[in-house]
Structures are given as C-alpha cells and as structure tokens.
C-alpha cells in the first residue's frame, strides 16, 4: 500500500462500510469455529489494527505486519501485541496457532506459496486458516495498483493454493456479492476515465461517514446471513476457510 494511505486506512477501518460489513461476515464464521477464551488468533497483514480488538472476543490475539507504518498505528489503537515480521517466516513454532486470519493480505506477496505454506505451518492439527482475497483478475484498476498488490484471484487459483499446502477447504465462497454491480461498475469507470488534476484517489475515500455508509454497510453486513447457508457465486472478494488436518 502506498505510505500515505495508511493514514486514511487507519481513520476509516472503523467505520467504513466494507470494513464493517466484512466484520459482521467474520463474525458468523468465527462464532462457527467455537473457540475457546485461550484460543490463539494470529492476523497476518494487520495494518492498522482495526480488526485487532474485534479479534479479542474470539480468543487471545496477535497482530503481524511488515510496514513499520501500519505497525504503529496498530500499537496506537490497541493493546493486542502487534509484531513485526514477514509472512513468508513467521516467527511462531510450528502446530501452535488456533486460528490464522489474513485479510486482504497475500494478494500483495510475491511468493504466495510460500505464505501459504507459512500459514499450514505455523496453524496447529485441527486449526482454521481465514483468508480473503480480491477476485476476478479481470476487475484490475486504480485501486489494485494504490494497494500494491500482486494479483486478483480466480477461485479456482485460489482453491489450488490452499490444496497444494495440505488444507482441507470448509467454506469457499464470494463476497460482497450484493453490491458488486456497483462496485464494478466503479472500478471500470476509474479505468478509462482519468483522475481529476492527475491525483490518484483512493475508493475508500468516496464515501464518508453518513446514513449512506451505513446502508452500504448493512447491505454489506446482510451476506453473513446468505453464507450462513450458501456460497455466493460472484462477488468483489473471495473469502476461504481452510483447516489443518488433524492428523498433521
């Protein structure tokens, strides 16, 4: 991500509508895992912290990221441990995390795999690997290049990634399929049309707190209860759920 957009990251993690609506999703997936108050949650690519003290009603938590920007950030808003490191070696032993999250993260990795396989390792035999990406490589614009990322996935790509480490997938299935028309739509406007003056803006800074946001977010916030029961077939991101098998 670009350095100055961690300031902006770190003022809107909290109440923008796609943080908040993806938190509610987490939420129903979370709760499904029954985890117990001393389960480890490790995030992977924690940013500025936001989703850290969301993290804590499901367990202990520790956040990892690599920019030392984001770092501080974190450690501002929070008191959840907030480490340094690369998500190619953490720094856990093997088999001793309850719960891997990594939220927008690998996208930005040049070596994928190698993350992956950080995450089956680190992740103890029966424990969970939470993961979102952006899907649909054909979506790419502005905003992929603003966040620096590597790739955009298809789910199949993705699935193989996960299978190739050893998970076994539970849920696999889009996000933010409600909204993706407009979404969309957005991304390929920003596309063709040039910026305004040649500033490069942010999505996130589009839309401010206000009874819009927060339609946004509860549309957002709507699909925890359709992947209650479904998998979504399209959608701005993919979301994946993967165990350790208990045999590792």
Known sequence: MEETFYEEYAQIEATHWWFEGRRAIFDKILRSLELGNDSLLVDLGCGTGANLNFLTGYGRAIGLDWGAAAARYARQRTSVPVLRGDVTALPFKTGTVDVITAFDLIEHIDDDRA??????????????????VPASPWM?????????????????????????????????????????????????FRRVVPEKNGEVISDFSMNKPGPVNTLLGRLFGMEAHLIKRWDLPVGVSLLCLARTPLGA
């Open 115 to 132: 993350c992956v396989h950080e995450l089956a390792r680190v992740c103890r035999p029966g424990g969970h690997v939470l993961v979102t």
């Open 140 to 188: 790419w614009g502005r905003q992929d290049t603003i966040n620096h990322h590597k790739r955009r996935y298809s789910g199949p790509d993705l699935a193989q990634l996960f299978r190739e480490q050893g998970l076994e997938i539970r849920r696999f299935t889009h996000l933010n399929t409600l909204l993706f028309p407009v979404v969309a739509a957005v991304r390929l």
